[in-house]
């Protein structure tokens, strides 16, 4: 399975299972329109922009182009790629009738496709048989949050606001979009050295 390098953006849960299964991929969902009233996710997006790049691959009809205008709206340009799916005639296998346009989106469509989208739109492929390099990005659970400090103690609340603001990111981010961030953007060594830096928040 080919590995993408950018982060890719879908709308919804059954875009991102289609995705995965053409591609090995950090893919994340908008949610729908959710991304418009979502700042968190919104953040997240921008840092994995400016980390990895994106390619925004949200279906062909009118909803799906509202949601791309808005991240072109708030993402430099330079670091998102747009991959498209042809607007196929028909409806997706879980739906008893077609969308409001009769037009097949992401989840629809096959894995060749999807996989020609996401080349078209210059995604960078790696080589999945590679070694996992040292500044590989992290893997953590919610386990691990709560091994390292950032969940389940009186202290964690804190701790994560420290590791937050190093981070430049809002303060009120949940331990599990904590996760999700780290996971997304961070290094082990990066990991390292904010917790470091966030110890002084242990000291009365």
Same mark, same amino acid.
């Given at each position: 399975?080919?590995?993408?390098?950018?982060?890719?953006?879908?709308?919804?849960?059954?875009?991102?299972?289609?995705?995965h299964?053409?591609?090995?991929?950090?893919?994340?969902?908008?949610?729908?329109?959710?991304?418009?009233?979502?700042?968190?996710?919104?953040?997240?997006?921008?840092?994995?922009a400016?980390?990895?790049?994106?390619?925004?691959?949200?279906?062909s009809?009118?909803?799906g182009?509202?949601?791309?205008?808005?991240?072109?709206?708030?993402?430099?340009?330079?670091?998102?790629?747009?991959?498209?799916?042809?607007?196929?005639?028909?409806?997706?296998?879980?739906?008893?009738?077609?969308?409001?346009?009769?037009?097949?989106?992401?989840?629809?469509?096959?894995n060749?496709?999807?996989?020609?989208?996401?080349?078209q739109?210059? &995604?960078?492929?790696?080589?999945?048989? /590679?070694?996992? *390099? %040292?500044?590989?990005?992290?893997? #953590? =659970?919610?386990?691990? +949050?709560? &091994?390292?400090?950032?969940?389940?103690? /009186?202290?964690? *609340? %804190?701790?994560?606001?420290?590791? #937050? =603001?190093?981070?430049? +990111?809002?303060?009120?981010?949940?331990?599990?979009?904590l996760?999700?961030?780290?996971?997304?953007?961070?290094?082990?060594?990066?990991?390292?050295?904010?917790?470091?830096?966030?110890?002084?928040?242990?000291?009365?």
């Amino acid at each position: 399975m080919k590995r993408v390098r950018q982060a890719i953006v879908v709308e919804g849960k059954y875009d991102e299972i289609r995705v995965h299964s053409a591609v090995d991929a950090l893919v994340v969902q908008t949610e729908g329109f959710g991304i418009f009233r979502d700042k968190e996710r919104l953040e997240l997006l921008r840092r994995l922009a400016a980390q990895r790049g994106l390619i925004i691959l949200t279906d062909s009809d009118s909803a799906g182009m509202l949601i791309r205008n808005h991240l072109i709206g708030a993402i430099p340009a330079e670091q998102m790629r747009h991959a498209y799916v042809p607007p196929i005639k028909g409806k997706e296998r879980r739906k008893a009738t077609p969308g409001k346009e009769g037009i097949i989106g992401v989840e629809g469509v096959d894995n060749a496709l999807v996989i020609r989208a996401l080349e078209q739109a210059g &995604a960078i492929f790696e080589d999945e048989d /590679a070694a996992p *390099a %040292a500044t590989d990005f992290l893997c #953590l =659970t919610k386990g691990d +949050l709560y &091994a390292l400090g950032l969940s389940g103690h /009186a202290n964690s *609340a %804190a701790r994560r606001r420290a590791l #937050l =603001t190093r981070l430049g +990111l809002p303060q009120n981010l949940s331990a599990n979009r904590l996760l999700e961030v780290l996971n997304a953007t961070v290094t082990v060594q990066e990991l390292t050295r904010l917790l470091e830096e966030t110890k002084a928040v242990d000291t009365p």
